[in-house]
């Protein structure tokens, strides 16, 4: 279920949410997303997911031409 600070961006069909510090999201029953801290524009996350879910940064992602 989608709460009210959550959109779907009809381009992408990606789910836009808005978080504060210290609140999370979750991905299945398995992968917590949280936001530890917000500085300027940057956000540092915290993500705990199970050691047989990969995690990478976009620009770590192997290129899919």
């Known amino acids: 279920p989608r709460g009210s600070d959550s959109t ?3 381009v992408s069909g ?3 949410l ?6 999370s999201i979750w991905i299945g029953d ?3 997303v ?3 801290r917000i500085v300027g524009n940057q956000v540092r ?15 770590l992602r192997p ?3």
């Not at 808005?18 to 609140?23: A, D, K, L, S």
């Not at 050691?51 to 990478?56: A, P, R, S």
């Open 8 to 10: 779907v961006n009809e």
């Open 14 to 16: 990606m789910l836009v």
């Open 18 to 23: 808005t978080r504060r510090e210290n609140e």
């Open 30 to 32: 398995e992968v917590e």
């Open 34 to 36: 949280k936001v530890l």
């Open 45 to 59: 996350l915290g993500i705990q997911a199970p050691t047989t879910v990969e995690v990478l940064r976009d620009e």
């Open 63 to 65: 290129k899919v031409a």
